[in-house]
C-alpha cells in the first residue's frame, strides 16, 4: 500500500513530460519542415551533459538523502543534498557555456552530414542554444525530485509539476507562434518552465529541511 501510495503522484508527474511532448510534437508540426527533427536532436545533445552530471548525482546521492532522512539526520540530508548542488553546479554551469557558445560547431561535427543541410544546422544550433540556457535547472531538478522522495513525498512534485507542464506548453506556443524564434521558442519554454520548476522545489526544501540554515556550506 505505501508502494502504490508513493507510486502514484510519481506515474502522474511522467504523464505530464509525456503531455508536453505530444504538445511540442504538434506544435512544431505546424512550423518549418524539419523543425520536430531538429528540437530532438538539439534535446539529445542538451541530455548528454545532463545525465551524466546531473542524473548521476542524483542517484548517488539519494540513497544518503534516504538514510539520513529515516534516522532524522535532517542536518547530514542538508549537507549532502548542498554538496551535491554545487558539484553539480561546477561541472553543469560550464557545459552550459560550452554549449551555447559552440553550438554551431557541435552540431556541424555531430549531424552535418548527408542531407542534413546548413539551414537545418541553424535551426538545431539555435535550439541547442536555448535548452543551454536551462541546463544547469534541468540537471538539478533530478536530484531535488529525490530529496522529496527520500522524504516520502511524491505529492508535493506533482504538485509543482502540474503548474509548470501548463507553462510550459502555453509558453511554447506563444513563443513558437507570437515570435520569431519559430522551433527554438519550445526549446527556450522548457528552459524558463524547468527554472521556474527548480526554483520552487528549491524553496520548498529550504522550509522543509532548513537548507538556509547551513551557510557554510555554500562557501566553503
Same mark, same amino acid.
Not at 34 to 38: K, M, N, Q, T
Not at 44 to 50: D, E, F, H, L
Not at 52 to 65: D, E, H, Q, V
Not at 164 to 172: E, H
Given at each position: 500500500k505505501q508502494i502504490a501510495k508513493l507510486m502514484a503522484?510519481?506515474?502522474?508527474?511522467? $504523464?505530464? /513530460?509525456?503531455?508536453v511532448i505530444l504538445s511540442f510534437a504538434r506544435i512544431g508540426a505546424q512550423l518549418t519542415v524539419? #523543425? $520536430?527533427? /531538429?528540437l530532438n536532436y538539439a534535446e539529445?545533445?542538451?541530455?548528454?551533459?545532463?545525465v551524466?552530471?546531473?542524473? #548521476?548525482?542524483?542517484?548517488?546521492?539519494?540513497?544518503?538523502?534516504s538514510e539520513a532522512f529515516s534516522k532524522g539526520?535532517?542536518?547530514n540530508f542538508s549537507?549532502?543534498?548542498?554538496?551535491s548542488t554545487r558539484a553539480a553546479i561546477f561541472l553543469l554551469l560550464p557545459s552550459a557555456v560550452g554549449l551555447y557558445l559552440l553550438r554551431v560547431q557541435i552540431i556541424r561535427l555531430i549531424l552535418g552530414s548527408g542531407h542534413f543541410d546548413w539551414a537545418l544546422t541553424v535551426m538545431t544550433a539555435e535550439s541547442l542554444g536555448m535548452f543551454a540556457i536551462g541546463l544547469v535547472a534541468l540537471g538539478l531538478v533530478p536530484l531535488y525530485l529525490r530529496a522529496f522522495f527520500a522524504m516520502h513525498d511524491t505529492k508535493t512534485p506533482l504538485i509543482v509539476a502540474l503548474p509548470?507542464?501548463?507553462?510550459?506548453?502555453?509558453?511554447?506556443y506563444y513563443l513558437a507562434f507570437q515570435t520569431n524564434l519559430g522551433v527554438s521558442g519550445l526549446a527556450l519554454a522548457m528552459s524558463i518552465a524547468t527554472i521556474i520548476q527548480f526554483i520552487i522545489l528549491f524553496?520548498?526544501?529550504i522550509k522543509r529541511v532548513k537548507l538556509a540554515n547551513l551557510p557554510e556550506l555554500y562557501i566553503s
Open positions: 503522484p510519481r506515474t502522474f508527474q511522467i $504523464i505530464l /513530460s509525456q503531455l524539419g #523543425s $520536430i527533427s /531538429s539529445n545533445i542538451q541530455t548528454v551533459p545532463t551524466i552530471f546531473g542524473n #548521476s548525482f542524483a542517484l548517488a546521492t539519494f540513497p544518503y538523502l539526520q535532517i542536518n549537507r549532502y543534498l548542498v554538496r509548470t507542464t501548463l507553462l510550459t506548453i502555453a509558453l511554447g524553496m520548498l526544501l
